[in-house]
């Protein structure tokens, strides 16, 4: 072998950390459009091929075949195992994935390798390929191997070459983890943490705070921050969480609208009721959480200033509604009914029973319920559609979010955005949540709400609610609604 280029740098899309309580399995396999794909534990992680150029040829390095080593003991509890594969555009360059863990480890560490069979010369695809390979072999080098990152005492692979763990790095790697990756990252953070102060060191205050404050960064990023930055700095609740009412972290928010309710709490305690009432509308005004938004509901209540609770959450309350249509045997969910291919509020429908015409509906229930039942008798075995118009002064993306016991479907201008073939599944709200874009001017909502055959008392429910907001829950009104 010639040459070895080491090659420095990173990305956030696959060494994950894993639980101890549970072995690790560690399966890596091919893919026809993937790098690798390996899955760790119950978690599947891909790579999509980096493009390079190889003697003038551009490949992608995706793998032909993926072949395991045995696994090797190596000191102090470390195991090592090799998955090499030749690449489907170049077999006579392989990639190896070396994979190492420490018994009791919460670490699973990688390392990751280009092996040609004779020295050649790579060049990368600027415009294409990750940031670990940018500009790390010289344009005109040959060699034989490429290494990215080594196994060292001091560092951590989250990325795909390793670096010096520290907590505020890991935390930045939230910005772009899933949920289960995060939960992963979280106790990769609180182990590097809790040894650091252990060993006598000190976690970097000024470090954290500035992360805390920066709201691009993923909430659950912040919020961890957040929480080792007040084991370090008493002082930062009191200075940081009273400005963050209308911070995109849910949880922090949360912090802040506690804070104020408690100050109108001891307002009213002091027969001070206009100034508790302005604290709890402040507080209103800002609370997304259901449990924190009744409760204000119920305080303003008291002081005679009832709260618009279906504007606040932008649940949609005036609506037309026909059936109902056949679905016994569960079948009408996917059988499509004359108002899904063309819609006419004007128009007559075959219905279940006969001719069925739409209905106008303006549901007075504080938290937006359409019952069905009310509107087209109690029955079962029967779908029905509800539309509703809503006027966006430009074009912006926003959530759905439907709560229902019915299986439903869900349009937007004509397009199918989300559905869910479940009966009777609770009726948590915000139970479905679809991403979509209005459009400038009308835009045509229709939902199609379906009950089957049950008949135990709690299968009664026949309805559902839908609302429109932002990922953090703010209502989206439409600029007809009454003001």
Known sequence: MTDVADIDGSVNDFSRMTDTSTPMRLDISRS???????TLNEMTAVLTAPSLTLEGRRVACALSAVMKTATRELEHGVTE????????DAPSVSLTVVVRQRRGSPFARFRYELNAESSCRIEVNAETQPEYLRLAVEPDARVMAVRLGEFEE???SYHLTEHRA?????????????????NWIRAAVDTIAERELRSGGKLPAEALEQF??????APQGRRLAYEWLRRVDRTAPNRLIPGMLDDPSLEMRRDAITRLIRRAESLSEAEKADEATTIYEKAMAAARDIDQIKLLADRLKKLDRPVDLARHFGFLMTWKVVGPFDNMDEKGFDRVYPPEKE????ASYEGKHGE?????????DPYGKVDLNKILGEEKGVAAYAVTEFISPERREVQFRTTTFSAVKLWLNGRLIDQHKVYHGGSELDQYVCTAVLEPGRNVILIKACQNEQTQSWAKVWGFQLRVCDTVGTAVLSTDRDQ
């Open 166 to 182: 520290r907590a505020e790095a890991f935390a930045a790697g939230l910005d772009e983890a899933g949920p289960l990756a995060a």
């Open 32 to 38: 026809a459009d993937r790098w690798v794909t390996a």
């Open 154 to 156: 001091s560092v951590h």
């Open 81 to 88: 195992t090799r998955h090499t594969g030749p690449l489907a």
């Open 343 to 346: 819609l006419d509020t004007k």
């Open 212 to 217: 805390v404050l920066d709201r691009n960064h």
């Open 356 to 364: 069925v015409r739409w209905v106008d509906h303006v549901t007075t």
